[in-house]
């Protein structure tokens, strides 16, 4: 067998390497041909070879690079599902206004939807208004959690907290100039975990 050229095979990594990172997966070996003037067989003959040296990793249908293989692919499709405010409690229907790709290794695994925050009452929490807050699905939430709460059929977006004293919820407005809302209870739609400023 004749010895490949290194130059060949760097063209064919550094081409598969930026396949990968634009689209998301492997370029097939008749793509790389293609792209580089080569025969198919000669293209798969060197990914053979390639990965034989160590220069990549080749199963037959996936090329990995040392580059790809940093790479964390995984991503949640999440529902942008319009606003909730950030003020007194308003109902806010559920529209869904698009799905959105959220990469796991920023925003982890989990049920998510995202809300356009609308008013002024989290602004010392860092969310202000036209904000999108990644919210986790539960019914639950710790002590400090900022909630979607519906109350009363109507939702908002406050900081939780329990009165225990008068078995009240507190839901609490990160904004100095406003009051606590206090209720007997909530229905607590998620907690949010992340917020995408609005540009």
Excluded: W
Aim: proline share 4%.
């Amino acid at each position: 067998m004749r010895s490949k050229n290194p130059e060949l095979m760097e063209k064919i990594c550094k081409y598969a390497e930026q396949y990968i990172l634009n689209n998301g997966h492997s370029p097939a070996t008749s793509t790389i041909a293609k792209a580089l003037g080569i025969a198919k067989t000669t293209a798969y003959r060197y990914l053979i070879e390639m990965s034989d040296k160590g220069m990549i990793e080749y199963d037959g249908l996936e090329i990995k690079t040392p580059v790809t293989k940093k790479i964390n692919t995984g991503r949640t499709q999440t529902a942008i599902v319009g606003s909730v405010p950030c003020g007194s409690p308003q109902y806010e229907e559920e529209n869904i206004e698009e799905y959105v790709s959220l990469p796991t290794a920023i925003f982890g695994t989990g049920d998510f939807f995202i809300l356009r925050a609308s008013g002024e009452s989290m602004i010392e929490a860092g969310i202000d208004d036209g904000d999108l807050v990644v919210v986790r699905k539960q019914t639950y939430a710790d002590e400090g959690d900022i909630i979607v709460a519906l109350v009363d059929g109507q939702n908002t977006l406050k900081r939780f907290y329990r009165d225990k004293e008068n078995k009240k919820i507190i839901l609490h407005p990160e904004n100095k100039r406003m009051k606590d809302i206090l209720v007997d209870d909530c229905y607590i739609q998620g907690v949010a975990c992340n917020v995408i400023k609005a540009l």
